[in-house]
């Protein structure tokens, strides 16, 4: 795989420029510094591509590894129940969904993601299975029943049944089959689904996830859950020894404050709060700003839907913040469609959000380049003249993102004086991705269109 060292190219075309003017800068095909630097992508293989198969995802690789895509967390894969054809009620966990193709299939993805330098983890379920799963019939032990012994939805969720972690034999079962997809199939690592189960025991993740990083294999294998281990009543799942944990409450509190009246002083003060709270927990922190979930439950949104003209400025959030940034399949073209996951509805990728598509590639290779955007590294707010304009600085990186609907001019109080590199400027990215240098400091007015937002990097 040919990778490009942003920071050389950059660098001659600089000089070759003499700092005048803009210049052209190659921000596909990049790695990241350290782990902590590294993009996340989740794609529902039946909706990637028009044929819904291993194969013609596998084919897609090339396209992600030049976005600069890290790990891809494959959505379930398992065979679905009938009832509602959701990925999440599984019939077979050692087996593949046929309408993807077949688990040699499913190894040769992974195989090609690791020869583009990628990882590949698998969305993992559980806390529930199928209602029409074999096991109902052929071990009931392996399910949870309430007083009258009747087998449990939980949640309501009338197309799954709930499984007993009580049981030994269903206990060894499901580690056996983590393991299996490590050691057989090379995958790299599992989103774990609905980790805050309360009757899924901590003590059970704990064993389970030392088992995993124990294997006798040379590459790492890596654990996400679902749930936001800073909401008090998951605090015990910050015990389990996870990797990531989804920053849940960060995205939820954000697209809230977008529909119902934005303020840009009370996004700063969400964010703060989340960097209090994401400081006091072990793992490190999954940022989105949608998945599958968002998309497509609770009637459908998009992120226009979620976060208006300020989806471009939150965009610049996610990735220049904090976290490990996740793009859910189509996010990356503006997500012009809400995504029926049940069905395997089609990205439109013929619908594409240029100016978009040009921020995320931009963001993907500033955040594999510079390590002061690592996952947990520090924050700090800048202070602005402007109301609507928000400053936050990483090291060298200063991200100034308008949020209001007028123009604005921004002068930032203790604002490093020097020359930058612009990697952003929403006023051109939506022509082509460019880079220009210029000289700021405290006494310099930003000039920033409507929802306009750019980025720069002290040299």
């Not at 902590?36 to 529902?44: A, F, K, L, T």
């Not at 998309?295 to 459908?300: A, E, K, L, T």
């Amino acid at each position: 795989m040919k990778k490009y060292s942003i920071s050389l190219i950059a660098l001659l075309l600089l000089l070759t420029s003499c700092g005048q003017g803009t210049q052209r800068v190659v921000v596909d095909c990049t790695d990241p510094v350290s782990d902590g630097n590294r993009v996340i992508y989740q794609m529902n293989v039946g909706a990637f591509t028009a044929e819904g198969t291993f194969k013609a995802a596998q084919q897609g690789l090339d396209r992600l590894d030049t976005l600069g895509i890290d790990i891809v967390w494959l959505m379930p894969i398992y065979p679905r129940g009938a009832t509602m054809h959701s990925p999440y009620a599984s019939m077979d966990f050692r087996a593949v969904n046929p309408d993807y193709g077949t688990v040699d299939d499913l190894k040769a993805f992974v195989a090609r993601a690791h020869e583009l330098g990628m990882k590949v983890w698998l969305d993992w379920v559980p806390n529930h299975v199928a209602q029409e799963n074999p096991w109902v019939e052929s071990h009931p032990d392996y399910f949870t029943k309430d007083a009258k012994g009747q087998m449990i939805h939980p949640h309501g969720w009338g197309d799954v049944l709930e499984l007993n972690y009580q049981n030994e034999a269903l206990v060894e079962e499901m580690n056996s089959t983590l393991k299996y997809w490590v050691e057989e199939c090379g995958v790299d690592g599992y989103r774990c689904d609905y980790v805050s189960s309360p009757t899924i025991p901590v003590a059970y993740w704990q064993d389970i996830i030392a088992q995993l990083k124990s294997l006798p294999i040379a590459r790492k294998v890596e654990l996400m859950s679902e749930t936001d281990i800073t909401d008090r009543a998951n605090q015990r799942i910050d015990s389990c020894g996870f990797d990531y944990d989804y920053a849940w409450n960060l995205q939820g509190s954000i697209a809230h404050l977008c529909r119902q009246g934005f303020s840009a002083d009370t996004l700063k003060q969400i964010c703060l709060r989340f960097l209090d709270k994401s400081s006091k927990v072990k793992n490190r922190r999954m940022v989105y700003l949608t998945n599958h979930d968002q998309n497509y439950n609770d009637g459908g949104h998009t992120l226009k839907d979620f976060y208006g003209d300020n989806r471009y400025g939150m965009s610049v959030l996610e990735f220049t913040f904090y976290g490990m940034p996740l793009i859910y399949n189509g996010q990356e073209i503006g997500d012009p469609d809400t995504l029926n996951y049940f069905t395997d509805a089609k990205v439109k990728w013929n619908l594409e959000d240029r100016k978009m598509l040009n921020t995320i590639r931009t963001l993907i290779a500033l955040h594999h380049q510079q390590p002061s955007l690592a996952d947990n590294a520090p924050v700090e707010f800048l202070t602005t003249s402007a109301a609507d304009v928000l400053v936050w600085k990483r090291g060298p990186v200063v991200a100034v993102v308008n949020f209001g609907s007028k123009d604005a001019s921004a002068v930032v109080a203790n604002l490093p004086a020097g020359s930058y590199e612009q990697w952003l400027d929403s006023k051109t990215i939506g022509g082509d991705v460019d880079i220009k240098t210029v000289s700021l400091d405290e006494s310099t007015g930003i000039q920033l269109e409507p929802y306009g937002y750019g980025v720069y990097v002290l040299q």
